[in-house]
């Protein structure tokens, strides 16, 4: 027979699971967070995966002339039609351009112009012969094909046009993106500036990297997690620190993070006696938006305003925290650091064995992805909530939704990959 204590538990239990939200009204709440990103200008060797903060115009045509795409000659291409291997035409050599001199000659008929790569194209010209289909013969060249107007060219404007956007707003910069810039003359270039974000680790069990923990003691693993994916993402850290489990260590070093564009704190977030995090939050004048998402791992996660800033309260166990991180505070990273278009790799796959999963909550699985035969199997990595090694050689996971009883071997899922 079920003792009364019994009884209170279970009926706290189902208290908690009904004040729980789903996932999607958890990114909902954390999405409508206003974010008002500053702008800063920056060298463009400083800028790689910095968000711009301004469309950018090019002021000028790229290339700004007509210029060879190979080592050939210069013609004009209704000298040489119907040129062929067996039946070569004939043009006299009238010069010769290298790349960096500017071409001074206008092309004559029945003549050709040697060009290197990248010279500019004489006028008059409007195709360039490669230099493998062509003969010399004294002071005239045999051209052994014929070439279709355009060819070899790349004519003024044609890689980037004056006015032409050529990057948008909220774009990360890649290392491509920085070579346009520069090959526009942009020395500096519009960039939001990074989010700071400050991270507490919480807990009386908790002791830093460096030391060896008493028995029963272990070491920090999610401040360093937390920090790490959190730079790998675009933000400035700053670790505050262990708190111990009372709201008046946890307040502390909470105003130590005032200055924080993002608060990210970890540790004792279970609804019980011992979760202090949000009565810290709360004595401080923030607002707990809610406590709670239906999700495994990591429902036990808070999320609110302090000070007009977002405050996370992550669980404790090391793997509910990471995929807490990946799932919900990553996608508000984005938003304070100004990106827009941000696109998730995922890949599609086929599970190699079953997935078991509680119906009416949303799980994540962890799962490796390997290629047999142009396919692509998904193996899941079950581990327990507080193993941060299953991460190790992990490629992604899967989602299994709130109301499906897990999935099938053989079953095509979607992979959300790690990056």
Known sequence: METFAGLEERDRQVMEFLKAVSSSEALAMIN????????????????????????????????????????????????????????????????????????????????????????????????????????????????????????NICFRGEDIAKGAVILKKGGRLSPFDIGALSGIGRPAVPVYKLPVAGVISTGDEIVPVEEAPPFGKIRDINGHTIANLLKGNGAACTFFGIGKDSVDSIAEKLQLARASDLIILSGGSSKGQRDYMADAITRLGGEILFHGINIKPGKPTIFGKLWGKPVFGLPGHPNSCAMVMMRFVLPLLRKLKGEEGYREKKAAGILSTNIPSTSGIEEYVKVTVREVDRDRYVSPVFSKSSAISSFVGASGYVIVPEGKDGCEKDEKVEVHLFE
Request: some cysteine.
């Open 32 to 151: 409508s967070f206003r974010a008002d990103p500053e702008k800063e200008t920056v060298a463009i060797n400083d800028a790689l995966h910095r968000i711009l903060a301004e469309d950018i115009l090019s002021p000028e045509d790229i290339p700004p002339f007509p210029r060879s795409l190979v080592d050939g000659f210069a013609l004009k291409v209704k000298d040489i039609q119907g040129a062929k291997e067996t039946a070569p035409l004939f043009l006299y050599v009238q010069g010769e351009i290298r790349i960096g001199e500017a071409a001074s000659v206008q092309l004559e008929d029945g003549k050709c112009v040697y060009l290197t790569t990248g010279a500019m194209i004489p006028e008059g010209a409007d195709g360039v012969v490669m230099q493998e289909f062509v003969r010399a013969a004294g002071d005239a060249i045999e051209v052994t094909k014929t070439l279709h107007r355009g060819e």
